[in-house]
């Protein structure tokens, strides 16, 4: 990584088509520095080779300083290059300079004319200490040998004594194509080392013969010294081997028994059967016993025995959890409790959880609180640690913007120069950069973690890949899912997401303000619940899991959506690619004018009735695929995962499509009836969910939407808290106030790091001060609980030492207002109290306080405007009405607000087709293009009663009125209906100036 240009693949496949003509094999090694992350592609890549011999190792270095190349023999030896790498990039320390012993491992020196570091020529003590001694042979002969590049023979033949220890192999260094790679290698170290192409030391980069070239001319070089060759060639015999590919690697028991694992199973599913399904029947288990086998005789056995044992410490935890994927089409998975979704009274389809063609084991996404992640990820990687258990990782790679900035600051750059370039206007000067931009464009820049990804393999992870450990603590691997499911490993699928942070926070906030206990897994009485389903009719889901977005909102309401199934389909069918084919649309349309069913195609509408004839769910892909144009189950997963971009072979996903067209026709159904069925696949597929992952959102947006219905204050203090809503903390804010709630400025008093409900009085979370430090919040609040309410400034100066800024800040947001003076007033007191002594001072535990100053001030008097300007650079946001802010706007302030406009959101459906003037204050912006590619943007408002309304800007008025950031605006424009939604189509936009804070009004004259 910021060092080589050449991939893994092109390496293959230029050795292998120059190698066709040297009559022998010749070994090829891929050796990256300090990682192992090309390995698993090189010797994939060079599976079905004839001409080269495909070696791995790794560069050992530390820093820029080479210490010696580790070449693996087997896959065992693999793992032990991989324990030793891992052993130094877990704990960041650096390499020996010297390797440790090894039991299979060659070593690789580079030759130096003044001798190899400390190992010199013969009789160096350290080399024959070393753990690898030069006369330690094998079957696989010597152990060690000296790199001998084509460019150091002349000094080989200098040299007065060349009697060495261990023997001399050819050698020849690839890490770059040609001369202009060489000049982007070396821009790729300058972004490593972070500095100027000016500043970079020699050392940094490789040699400049360190490219490709014809292997003919390579073996040439070395025509007088053939015993290198020779030497090389026996050194590499036996060096080579293969991973397993596409075979099931996964850990292969839970218990440590095949037998008892299912006996387990099947004890486990038994009882969760009388739990889910107190009255089974014959049909229930008789589709739990066929899962079982199926799932028993595919080896998945214990894939599912590990899911239901980390949802278990989950439980016994009260870690709340969400399980989804394609394993929540199983009935087993729902009695082991992965899920809570039922599949047979969804009707999930079950040939998409599995079938005898599926060499991989279902999907469980398991969601838990951002909270509890780490810890249930914690439990997993302890208790498999034994087998390596480790996160996946993912490739970082250079994006076009992200490289020009990076070669800015390389070359030397101005921020506006590099700005400027950014806009697409280059100077001719820029060229050379720009040029180099797009050359480094795409290659990979660094590892990170995946969202969530575990391996748990039966062998150590060693023999797969080394791991890293990066800030947060976790060991990772050093290739990507793609590599992971090349070689069999499935992964476990760990996420967090704040929606359930959120219901599991309304309800201890719901016990601890009213002394109520909630059980939230009543789903079934959530969806019978009327006023839930009034609340989904009409949109008002802001703060609801999945269900609370503008267009999300929009769509239930277009839907008339009251019921449990129509949600579930409203989880998929807002993806982007149902809505991108029309067939969003067409949803719409047939679920609320029944006599558009009629246009559906009699063989979709057999297969998908429930969703009039439209590919909604992934499963709809297989469906149609094997029933429609007559694939197997097999092919149509391969096209269903295909279509999702989790294919490795673009030449097997094409098969596919060419047989779906040709069996289709056979079948005997029209080209254009085919054709159109597969835009709708190609369409959506890649973006839409499996129906038992759209279930499993649903039942999470009606456990909010029963906290939001019966416990709003509880619900929208733990949204706040969340900080994960689709909305900015104003907005969840403004809601609470909407819903009953007296919300209190932070106060040092009442207030706690996170934002708490008292009765009905929400108090904000001093957390939501912006630059008010967590050190100086622990120590406010540890103060308080120890020793009670503040009384005065001095007492809270003596008990914290928040230090002058902190204290400050804390005046300004109105967090002392409890002593009832003004902030001008106490801003003059706290500058008394510090002086000069700025900086918080260590705190001791005094007996006595001193008794506060009292001094006489003249009348210092805050004023709302002041107040407000304080509240919005230090919340974010004023907690004072933002009509009342604007230009124009009356002082005292008027509540009917008179300087508006009459037209609310309430008043559309009256005036449709009317064009009208509204204010509203911007929520957010959606920006999107139309099909010619010209930008729109979809805006949410509040209008002056706090209601949301919507509006909608074309591309000619995008153009000439823009958006300018957040605040108030007055709208022209006119009302437009879609299935009985009615927005506002803007052709004209004005923001409105906010009053001026008056402490600044000379400054801005």
């Given at each position: 990584m910021r060092y080589g240009l050449i991939s893994p693949e092109e390496i293959v496949q230029r050795c292998e088509s120059e190698a066709i003509s040297m009559g022998f094999r010749v070994p090829v090694l891929l050796a990256d520095i300090n990682t192992v992350t090309g390995v698993s592609n090189f010797l994939r890549a060079a599976r079905d080779t004839k001409h080269i011999m495909p070696l791995v190792g790794v560069d050992i270095r530390n820093g820029d300083e080479p210490l010696y190349i580790l070449i693996s023999t087997s896959q065992s030896s693999f793992a032990e290059i991989n324990a030793f790498l891992s052993d130094h990039l877990m704990n960041h320390k650096p390499f020996p300079t010297y390797p440790p012993t090894f039991l299979s491992v060659k070593v690789v020196y580079a030759y130096k004319k003044e001798?190899?570091?400390?190992?010199?020529?013969?009789?160096?003590?350290?080399?024959?200490?070393?753990?690898?001694?030069?006369?330690?042979?094998?079957?696989?002969?010597?152990?060690?040998?000296?790199?001998?590049?084509?460019?150091?023979?002349?000094?080989?033949?200098?040299?007065?004594?060349?009697?060495?220890?261990?023997?001399?192999?050819?050698?020849?260094?690839?890490?770059?194509?040609?001369?202009?790679?060489?000049?982007?290698?070396?821009?790729?170290?300058?972004?490593?080392?972070?500095?100027?192409?000016?500043?970079?030391?020699?050392?940094?980069?490789?040699?400049?013969?360190?490219?490709?070239?014809?292997?003919?001319?390579?073996?040439?070089?070395?025509?007088?010294?053939?015993?290198?060759?020779?030497?090389?060639?026996?050194?590499?015999?036996?060096?080579?081997?293969?991973?397993?590919?596409?075979?099931?690697?996964?850990k292969k028991t839970f218990t440590g028994n095949p037998n008892q694992d299912f006996r387990m199973l099947r004890e486990l599913a038994t009882q969760g059967l009388h739990y889910r399904y107190p009255n089974y029947t014959f049909q229930t288990t008789q589709r739990l016993e066929k899962e079982m086998q199926m799932i028993y005789e595919l080896g998945f056995t214990p894939y599912f025995l590990i899911n239901w044992d980390i949802c278990r410490f989950a439980r016994e935890n009260n870690y709340f959890y969400v399980g989804r994927g394609s394993g929540a089409n199983s009935v087993v998975a729902y009695c082991l409790r992965i899920t809570d979704v039922d599949p047979i009274h969804l009707d999930l389809y079950f040939e998409r959880f599995i079938n005898p063609h599926r060499s991989s084991p279902p999907d469980?996404?398991?969601?838990?609180?951002?909270?509890?992640?780490?810890?249930?990820?914690?439990?997993?990687?302890?208790?498999?640690?034994?087998?390596?258990?480790?996160?996946?990782?993912?490739?970082?790679?250079?994006?076009?913007?992200?490289?020009?900035?990076?070669?800015?600051?390389?070359?030397?750059?101005?921020?506006?120069?590099?700005?400027?370039?950014?806009?697409?206007?280059?100077t001719e000067k820029n060229a050379t950069l720009l040029k180099h931009a797009h050359r480094i464009h795409n290659l990979p820049n660094h590892l990170s973690i995946h969202v969530g990804g575990i391996l748990i393999p039966e062998k150590h992870i060693h023999h797969y890949s080394a791991t890293f450990q990066p800030p947060k603590g976790f060991p990772v691997v050093q290739f990507s899912m793609l590599e992971a499911e090349d070689l069999g490993i499935a992964k476990f699928d760990?996420?967090?997401?704040?929606?359930?942070?959120?219901?599991?926070?309304?309800?201890?906030?719901?016990?601890?303000?009213?002394?109520?206990?909630?059980?939230?897994?009543?789903?079934?009485?959530?969806?019978?619940?009327?006023?839930?389903?009034?609340?989904?009719?009409?949109?008002?889901?802001?703060?609801?899991?999945?269900?609370?977005?503008?267009?999300?909102?929009?769509?239930?309401?277009?839907?008339?959506?009251?019921?449990?199934?129509?949600?579930?389909?409203?989880?998929?069918?807002?993806?982007?690619?149902?809505?991108?084919?029309?067939?969003?649309?067409?949803?719409?349309?047939?679920?609320?004018?029944?006599?558009?069913?009629?246009?559906?195609?009699?063989?979709?509408w057999d297969l998908m009735p429930e969703t009039y004839g439209i590919m909604v769910y992934q499963e709809d892909v297989i469906k149609v695929a094997h029933h429609f144009a007559g694939l197997g189950l097999g092919e149509s997963d391969v096209l269903r995962r295909g279509m999702s971009g989790k294919f490795r072979s673009r030449e097997e996903f094409q098969k596919v499509q060419d047989k779906f067209f040709e069996s289709a026709a056979q079948k005997g159904h029209k080209p254009e009836l085919i054709a159109e069925v597969w835009h709708q696949i190609e369409s959506f597929a890649g973006y839409s969910f499996a129906k038992g992952h759209s279930a499993s959102y649903a039942v999470e947006s009606y456990q909010s939407l029963y906290l939001k219905a019966y416990y709003p204050l509880e619900f929208y203090t733990a949204v706040i808290n969340n900080f994960g809503g689709f909305y900015r903390t104003e907005?969840?804010?403004?809601?609470?106030?909407?819903?009953?709630?007296?919300?209190?400025?932070?106060?040092?008093?009442?207030?706690?790091?996170?934002?708490?409900?008292?009765?009905?009085?929400?108090?904000?979370?001093?957390?939501?001060?912006?630059?008010?430090?967590?050190?100086?919040?622990?120590?406010?609040?540890?103060?308080?609980?120890?020793?009670?309410?503040?009384?005065?400034?001095?007492?809270?100066?003596?008990?914290?030492?928040?230090?002058?800024?902190?204290?400050?800040?804390?005046?300004?947001?109105?967090?002392?207002?409890?002593?009832?003076?003004?902030?001008k007033a106490l801003m003059w007191e706290a500058h008394a109290l510090y002086g000069n002594n700025k900086k918080p001072v260590a705190q001791t535990q005094k007996l006595f306080l001193e008794a506060p100053k009292e001094y006489q001030l003249p009348s210092l008097e805050d004023s709302w405007l002041e107040i407000a300007h304080d509240e919005r650079n230090l919340l974010g946001f004023s907690l004072c009405n933002p009509f009342h802010l604007m230009q124009g706007a009356p002082f005292p302030h008027d509540e009917t607000l008179p300087h508006l406009s009459k037209i609310r959101g309430k008043h559309f459906a009256n005036m449709l087709k009317k064009f009208v003037i509204i204010e509203g204050y911007l929520v957010t912006v959606k920006p999107t293009k139309t099909v010619g590619g010209k930008e729109m943007n979809f805006g949410t408002w509040l209008d002056a009663d706090g209601n949301y309304f919507d509006s909608i800007h074309f591309p000619p008025t995008v153009q000439a009125y823009p958006f300018h950031g957040r605040g108030v605006y007055i709208l022209w424009g006119q009302i437009t209906e879609d299935f009985g939604v009615y927005n506002i189509e803007v052709n004209r936009m004005k923001k409105i100036p906010y009053q001026t804070d008056p402490r600044y009004v000379e400054e801005t004259k």
């Open positions: 001798g190899l570091g400390n190992l010199n020529l013969m009789g160096d003590s350290s080399i024959e200490n070393s753990s690898n001694s030069a006369s330690e042979t094998t079957q696989m002969g010597y152990k060690q040998a000296i790199a001998i590049h084509a460019e150091v023979l002349p000094q080989l033949r200098l040299a007065k004594n060349r009697n060495f220890s261990l023997p001399m192999i050819a050698w020849h260094m690839v890490t770059f194509r040609d001369e202009i790679d060489f000049e982007t290698h070396k821009l790729l170290r300058c972004i490593d080392h972070n500095c100027l192409v000016t500043k970079l030391p020699i050392s940094a980069t490789a040699a400049p013969w360190q490219k490709w070239a014809p292997l003919r001319q390579i073996f040439s070089k070395f025509a007088a010294a053939p015993s290198l060759i020779s030497q090389a060639q026996a050194f590499c015999e036996g060096c080579a081997w293969d991973l397993q590919w596409n075979t099931p690697q996964n469980f996404d398991l969601d838990f609180s951002w909270q509890d992640r780490d810890h249930v990820t914690a439990y997993i990687l302890n208790k498999y640690k034994d087998h390596g258990a480790a996160l996946l990782a993912i490739y970082s790679t250079f994006q076009s913007n992200a490289v020009i900035r990076e070669l800015g600051k390389v070359f030397g750059l101005p921020k506006a120069e590099i700005d400027a370039l950014l806009n697409k206007h280059s760990i996420l967090s997401q704040r929606g359930l942070g959120h219901i599991k926070d309304a309800i201890i906030y719901v016990k601890q303000n009213r002394g109520i206990e909630i059980d939230i897994h009543q789903i079934q009485a959530f969806k019978d619940d009327p006023i839930i389903r009034r609340l989904i009719e009409i949109g008002h889901t802001t703060g609801c899991f999945y269900v609370e977005s503008p267009a999300m909102r929009q769509l239930l309401r277009k839907l008339k959506c009251n019921d449990y199934l129509t949600l579930v389909a409203a989880s998929s069918v807002i993806r982007p690619g149902v809505a991108r084919s029309g067939m969003m649309r067409t949803f719409i349309e047939r679920h609320i004018q029944p006599e558009k069913r009629k246009e559906a195609h009699p063989v979709l907005f969840y804010v403004h809601a609470a106030r909407k819903s009953g709630a007296d919300i209190q400025a932070p106060c040092i008093n009442h207030s706690e790091a996170l934002t708490r409900i008292q009765e009905k009085t929400l108090w904000l979370g001093l957390g939501l001060i912006d630059n008010l430090e967590q050190n100086c919040i622990q120590r406010l609040v540890q103060a308080r609980n120890t020793d009670g309410p503040f009384n005065n400034l001095s007492e809270f100066k003596q008990r914290v030492e928040p230090g002058l800024e902190q204290l400050k800040i804390l005046i300004q947001i109105g967090a002392c207002r409890c002593w009832e003076k003004s902030r």
